[in-house]
Structures are given as structure tokens and as C-alpha cells.
């Protein structure tokens, strides 16, 4: 009976353990973990495995001795075997030697890179005959053509994610210490610190040294803080791609900063703690040398979409007190703004004199925090007056009214003003400009809407960024 | 060489004024595609995702969306939806946007140095203004900027709408193209391909004569040959396969029509449908009413017909298609014009 390809997976990490869970299953293959090598060795004789992929190093005992016993033993001697290690010398060694490793996939790895290999190690096997493949030159290269065994190349190093930084900043805290622990386990015959032998930990150090982490780990967290002053409660608007848009959309530049902080300070410690490798939730595992870049990414992206959207500037301009008039061409309130507003260049003005149906829009494009408006009690304006007072501007915007006493009648209710006014937002009528003049150049009644403007100007840039 | 100083100094910029509510607006005239009045262009519908119609019009091959300021500017839920009278064409990014406009009110210079601009409060991506309010003539007139005239919710919600119309376009010219064909050498492939197009893009008369026909089409090919006279009654609604046979059967002769207004003849030169006539009228116009008769009775009688005055050039099922499409659009056009009984 054809059932699914079984696996048995070895490796001492959780992490990898873990990894190999994600990606294997499913893809379709029945998969069983061993963490050691003497149960590898007891499962492969109990389940016969289609295939083994194998750590390395193990706790009680080398990858390669594991392969050589598997190799003696005439029931599991069939059976390909996939090392899996960080770079080192002695995994392209044990390729070439020990015939029963028919390849080898390197940490980090990607999920493509695992079932790629598996897939075609078994479509191999599928022959009855091992045979060695080649190894993959890089990473997340396509399944590799078989090759004789005899033939087998010596497989190249693959390449390693580097940045670039000026020598001599090599970091003098964790790395070192994670060099100096790998090299006493190595003289005290453990081969393996956290999971890195004494040559993977050499390479470590190389990769460190050129990370300049603390440089970069200074410079984040010192345009987190900047961005965090800068920032606190600002809404992240619309941005350039859709995917990023529905990842960011609604959350403040703090949310987001929060976030990129907080994977920073996981991934330092990680790094502290002698790890080297990040378990993504694909399974894919990625140096932290890629972690950590990644997020220096993001927030250098985050930075400069702050900086785009005008969120952070030097100077908060000022606030211009935006004014929209609205009355009778030739009205006496037109005639007294007429001969008023000269006076005030410090105003930024508008007027409408006819045509009031052109007042939402207009309120919406100015957005004024004040509009003055003839109190007429018929006509277009006094319609628009109750249509503007429907919009989210009005929330952020103080009507005054202006009229003669005459044309009040019936409106005001003598303290304040009437139903009608109070439903086109009227706060107070005004007898002539003049008497306006005065609230205007005070500057309280325009600069502090009614009693709850701040919640509402809140809202307002809420509904205007979403 | 021109000096650096005339070289620097920035000329006004020529603006387009429009009026939409009342409200005036400008553009600058290097973004206006086009203004086209409602009555020349023909909007077609289409709908978003939502389900909610959209209006396109056609403008050099490409689909323009229209739009309307109050939707834009996000004021639908305050005012009405409305129709205007005319269209401001414009490019704005990958859209091609018909803005409705009231009224335009002809082009102006505008010199920005002069008029102080005010940006507009209302906001668009990057938190950029969607365009700056000047006073011109003592009134207050916003420059729109056309880029930013959509918001970003309002695009997304456009993209679908687009494809759809793109795809209206396309299919249209594959009308075309095979309206070109099958003018010249009709084929079953053929109607079945302009009908399913046809429907696809609205043109429902147009799909239901062309499978009329080829109905006929595939009735006539099932018999494989002409049986017996070519004759019958017009209520009996053989007509049209009777004349599809003739085509097929690439006969020539007249096949004489007694209707109500006297008797009609059809010619067919080699099956092609060269010449009708019906009291006093010729050519297709004769055609069709004898296709719209529905009392009579008809009957082919083999004959020469002289081919060198015709005056229906293209191939008969063509012709007959094309025909049926007109009668369906003129019994449409009758019955709007009688209103609901």
C-alpha cells in the first residue's frame, strides 16, 4: 500500500525539531523526531524510514557515527540520509564519504530548500539505488540533478548573508563570549555550543564582526525613541502598497514602532543568549543577521513614510485661523466685512456673496474653523446652513451668526438662539460684524470650538486618515 | 541664447474653469484630455465589486470612469447623487476620469504669485491637499489637482470597475473587428463569437438577432439540402430560416412577398441577398419591412437576378442579422415611446 513518504527527522534543537513539523507535514510526508542518535538509530530500524534527515552534531554522538551504524546494519543500510548542519567542513567530509548521506541542506534553511531536497532524494531512492545529488551551490536553488556517487563534487560553501561595515567593530560582548564558549566545549570534546560547533562559531564571530550591531542596535533604538516623541498617537495614513496598507492601516505610528521595538529586542536577545537562527511561523529559519536587518528595514520604510506624510517636522506650522463668510452680496453685513476685513491681513479669509449651494463644498475643501453666516431664515444659504451642520466639519468649525434684530424675530429665543439656528449649528448671533470683530480678534471663540472639539477633531482626523 | 532671467521667470498657468453645485473649480489645462457634452458621448454601465453601477464613457478606445465631486470629495452622504451636463476628461494616474461638471466657464491665466493659494483642508495620501483655494473675481475657486482628486479608498474601490471597463473596451473592438469579417464571409464560429460579445458588452438586440440567425443557421446546415419549394406563410415565422436556406443553398433568384402593402420582392444572386423591394422603397430599408411583416405569404421562384446595380452589398446573414437588430431596436424605441399602457 502506497501511504505517505515517512520521515524520521533528527536534531538535538527544538527550533530545527519544530521547523522540520512546519514545513514537512504539510507537504505531505509522515514525519517522526528523534533528539538524540541512539533513538534515531533505534526508530530507523523500527519504522524504516523512506528518509533521514540528520543533524550533525548530537548530544550523544557525531551525525557521522550515526550514519556509519545505520550504513552496517543490513535493515537500515537502504535507507538516504540528509545531514543538516550550519556550514563546516566536516559535513562536505561526511558527504564524500559515508555513502549512505546522499546530500546535505544547510542551516539557515527555507521551506523550499527542505522539500525540494526531499522530494528529489526520494524520486532517487524511488530506484533502489542511493545516489549521491549534488549539492546545492546556494541557498533556495532548484532540486539538484543526481550524480554517481564516485563522481560526487566536493560541494561549494554556500553563500552567507554579510553586511557591510567598517573592520573593527567587531561587538566585544556577546559574540566574543559566544566564540570563547564554543571553543572551550570544543576542548572539553563537546562539539557543540547551542547548537553551533567551534567552526560555525569562528563563522559566527566573522558574521558578527561585520554586523556592527551595537551601531545599528544604537541607531534604532535611538530613532524609536525620536520617532516615539514625535509620534504618539498619530495615525499611519494611506500608504504605497496594499499588502502594507492592510498590515498598517489603522494602527498609530506608535502601534507600528511598539512592534519593530519590540522584534529588536527579541532578536538582540536571542543574540545574547548564543542563538543564530529565527523560526518564522512559514518554518522558514533565518539568520539573525537577516532578523535583525529586516527590521532595521522596516524602520528606516516607517521612518521615511513619517517623514513623507508630514507627521514629523521640525516646527508645527501655525494654526491659521481659517474663515469662511457667507452673505447677501450687497448686504449690509457684506458692505460692514467689506470695509472690516482689510483690516485683519492676519485672517485668512473666504467669501461667499451668492450661489449658496456651493457652501458643503466649499466647508469641505477650506475647512474652516470658523464660518460666519447672514442669518436669513429663508433661501439657499439658511437650506446649506443645515446640510454643512450634518458634516464631520462642523464638529471642528464655530457658526456665528450675523443679522438685525428685525430678522431674529422668531429665531432667537432672546438668551441664546433658537431650534432653527441650533440646528444649523449657530452658537451666537452677532447684530453686526462689527460686534464680530472683536470676538475674532480675541481669538477664543474661533481657536476653541464648542465643548467638545478636541474629541471631535480627533475623530474627524480619525475618519479623515481611514 | 535666452537669458537666464526671461529663462526662469514662470509663466501663468492657463486653467480651465468649471462649475460643479455652484462651486467653481479649476484645472490646468495640461491635465484636460478632453470636454465632451453628455449628449455626445454614450455612457455605458457597468458595477464594482459591491454591486453598486458605475458609468464609464468611451474616449479614444480607453474607458473613461465617471465621477462625480461629491463622491470624491466624499460629500454623497450629505447631497444627492446627481447628473450634469457635461464631462472633464482627465488623466489621473492609470484612471481616466470623466468629471461631471455643471457648466464650464472657459479658460483663465492664473498666476499663482499673485493670488496667494490656500491649500485645501481636505487631504489625500501622504496627507498632501487634494488641491488650493484662490479668489478669482472676488469669488472663491479651488484648483484642483487631478492626481489627487480620488482617494485611496475611493481608487480601490475603481480598480474592479476599470478592469471591467477595459474589458467592455476590448471586447468592443473585437465587435469590430468581427463585425469586418463577417460583413464579407460570415460563419456559425462567427455569430455565435458576435453574440456572446455582444451580450457580454450590453448589446442585447444585437446578441438576440445574431442567434436568431444562426439558429436558422444551424436548422438549415442540419437539413444539408434544399427539400422541396421554398415557400410558406409570414405568421408561420419561416422567413428567416427560408432565407438563411437560400444562402446556404447559394441559390439565385426572387422570392416574391405578398404583404398587406402589396407584393415584395427579394433577390438572391448565389445565396447573397442583392436588392428587395416593397412598394416604391429598395434596398435594405425594403428588407426590412418585409422581415417586419407579419401577414403574408412568400414563395421562391428560381430566376436570374442582375448583380451589377445591387444595393445590399454584404453577405446575407450578415445583412439579416443586422436587420433583425434594427427591427428589435425600432419595436424597442415604439414601445418607449407608448409608455406603460
Known amino acids: 500500500m502506497e501511504g505517505k513518504p515517512r520521515i524520521l527527522g533528527v536534531d538535538d534543537s527544538l527550533t530545527i525539531r519544530r521547523a522540520l513539523e512546519i514545513v514537512l507535514k504539510p507537504a505531505g510526508y509522515e514525519l517522526e523526531l528523534a533528539a538524540d542518535g541512539a533513538a534515531a538509530i533505534d526508530m530507523a530500524k523500527a519504522m524504516n524510514p523512506a528518509l533521514i534527515l540528520l543533524d550533525f552534531i548530537l548530544p550523544d554522538m557525531r551525525g557521522t557515527d550515526v550514519c556509519r551504524r545505520l550504513a552496517a546494519d543490513p535493515d537500515t543500510a537502504h535507507i538516504p540520509i540528509v545531514l543538516i548542519s550550519a556550514k563546516g567542513a566536516e559535513i562536505r567530509q561526511a558527504y564524500r564519504d559515508i555513502g549512505n548521506v546522499v546530500t546535505y541542506i544547510t542551516k539557515p534553511f527555507k521551506p523550499q530548500d527542505v522539500t525540494s531536497t526531499v522530494a528529489a532524494v526520494l524520486a532517487e531512492a524511488a530506484g533502489g539505488t542511493l545516489v549521491k545529488l549534488t549539492a546545492p551551490a546556494t541557498r533556495g536553488e532548484t532540486a539538484p540533478a543526481p550524480v554517481p556517487i564516485a563522481a560526487a563534487p566536493v560541494p561549494p560553501k554556500p553563500a552567507r548573508p554579510s553586511f557591510i561595515s567598517e573592520p573593527g567593530t567587531a561587538r566585544a560582548g556577546s559574540g566574543d563570549a559566544h566564540v570563547q564558549e564554543a571553543k572551550r566545549a570544543a576542548a572539553n570534546g563537546h562539539d557543540e555550543v547551542d547548537g553551533a560547533d567551534a567552526d560555525e562559531a569562528e563563522e559566527a564571530q566573522e558574521a558578527e564582526s561585520s554586523l556592527s550591531a551595537a551601531a545599528r542596535r544604537e541607531l534604532l533604538e535611538w530613532m524609536f525613541e525620536a520617532l516615539r516623541a514625535s509620534l504618539e498617537g498619530v495615525y499611519v495614513e494611506e500608504i504605497d502598497t496594499p499588502a502594507g496598507a492592510a498590515a498598517d492601516q489603522a494602527k498609530t505610528y506608535t502601534d507600528l514602532i511598539e512592534q519593530l521595538s519590540g522584534e529588536l529586542d527579541e532578536t538582540l536577545r536571542h543574540t545574547r543568549s548564543g542563538a543564530r537562527f529565527t523560526l518564522y511561523r512559514d518554518g522558514s529559519l533565518r539568520s539573525l543577521d537577516e532578523t535583525l536587518l529586516d527590521v532595521f528595514r522596516r524602520s528606516c520604510r516607517l521612518l521615511f513614510r513619517a517623514v513623507v506624510a508630514g507627521a514629523i517636522s521640525g516646527e508645527s506650522p501655525p494654526n491659521p485661523r481659517r474663515i469662511l463668510v457667507a452673505c447677501h452680496h450687497g448686504s449690509r453685513v457684506h458692505e460692514q466685512l467689506q470695509s472690516m476685513l482689510p483690516a485683519h491681513p492676519e485672517w485668512q479669509v473666504f467669501v461667499i456673496s451668492s450661489e449658496f449651494r456651493q457652501l458643503p463644498m466649499v466647508v469641505r475643501l477650506y475647512g474652516p474653523t470658523c464660518l460666519l453666516a447672514e442669518v436669513t431664515g429663508r433661501g439657499a444659504l439658511w437650506d446649506q446652513l443645515r446640510v454643512v451642520q450634518r458634516m464631520p466639519e462642523a464638529r471642528a468649525m464655530t457658526v456665528f451668526g450675523i443679522a438685525e434684530p428685525e430678522r431674529l424675530v422668531g429665531l432667537s429665543d432672546g438668551d441664546g438662539p433658537g431650534p432653527l439656528l441650533a440646528e444649523r449649528g449657530v452658537t451666537r448671533v452677532y447684530h453686526s460684524a462689527f460686534d464680530l470683530e472683536r470676538v475674532l480678534c480675541d481669538g477664543a471663540a474661533t481657536d476653541s470650538p464648542p465643548s467638545t472639539a478636541m474629541p471631535a477633531l480627533n475623530a474627524l482626523s480619525a475618519e479623515r486618515c481611514a | ?341
Open chain 2, 1 to 341: 541664447m535666452t537669458s537666464p532671467a526671461i529663462g526662469e521667470e514662470a509663466r501663468p498657468n492657463r486653467v480651465l474653469v468649471f462649475a460643479v453645485d455652484d462651486s467653481r473649480f479649476c484645472v490646468d489645462l495640461d491635465w484636460v484630455d478632453a470636454v465632451r457634452q453628455r449628449g455626445e458621448v454614450r455612457p455605458h454601465i457597468t458595477k464594482d465589486a459591491t454591486g453598486a453601477v458605475r458609468t464609464f464613457v468611451v474616449h479614444r478606445d480607453q474607458p473613461a470612469l465617471v465621477i462625480d465631486l461629491r463622491e470624491a470629495l466624499g460629500l454623497n452622504e450629505f447631497l444627492d447623487v446627481k447628473e450634469r451636463a457635461a464631462f472633464l476628461i482627465v488623466r489621473v494616474g492609470p484612471f481616466l476620469l470623466a468629471v461631471q461638471v455643471d457648466a464650464f466657464l472657459g479658460l483663465r491665466e492664473l498666476d499663482l504669485r499673485t493670488k496667494t493659494p490656500v491649500p485645501t483642508s481636505l487631504l489625500r495620501d501622504g496627507n498632501v491637499p487634494v488641491g488650493h483655494l484662490v479668489e478669482l473675481d472676488g469669488r472663491v475657486h479651488t484648483l484642483l489637482e487631478p492626481s489627487r482628486i480620488l482617494s485611496g479608498a475611493l481608487r480601490d474601490k475603481l480598480e474592479g470597475t476599470l478592469k471591467e471597463a477595459r474589458g467592455f473596451c476590448e471586447r468592443r473592438d473585437k465587435i469590430a473587428a468581427l463585425c469586418e469579417a463577417l460583413r464579407r464571409e460570415p460563419s456559425a464560429a462567427g455569430l455565435k463569437a458576435y453574440a456572446r460579445l455582444s451580450r457580454r458588452n450590453g448589446q442585447t438586440r444585437a446578441a438576440s438577432a445574431a442567434r436568431l440567425v444562426l439558429k436558422a443557421l444551424q436548422q438549415c446546415e442540419a437539413q444539408a439540402v434544399v427539400a422541396g419549394p421554398i415557400a410558406g406563410d409570414l405568421n408561420a415565422g419561416t422567413l428567416l430560416r427560408d432565407l438563411v436556406a437560400l444562402s446556404v443553398g447559394r441559390l439565385t433568384g426572387e422570392l416574391q412577398v405578398q404583404v398587406p402593402e402589396g407584393d415584395a420582392r427579394i433577390f438572391s444572386a448565389a445565396g447573397c441577398i442583392v436588392d428587395a423591394c416593397v412598394d416604391g422603397e429598395w434596398g435594405r430599408a425594403a428588407l426590412k419591412r418585409v422581415l417586419a411583416a407579419r401577414d403574408g405569404s412568400y414563395r421562391f421562384m428560381l430566376s436570374d437576378v442582375p448583380t451589377d446595380s445591387r444595393r445590399i452589398e454584404d453577405a446575407a446573414l450578415w445583412v439579416l442579422v443586422q436587420t433583425l437588430e434594427q427591427l428589435s431596436e425600432e419595436r424597442r424605441g415604439r414601445v418607449r415611446h407608448a409608455g406603460p399602457a
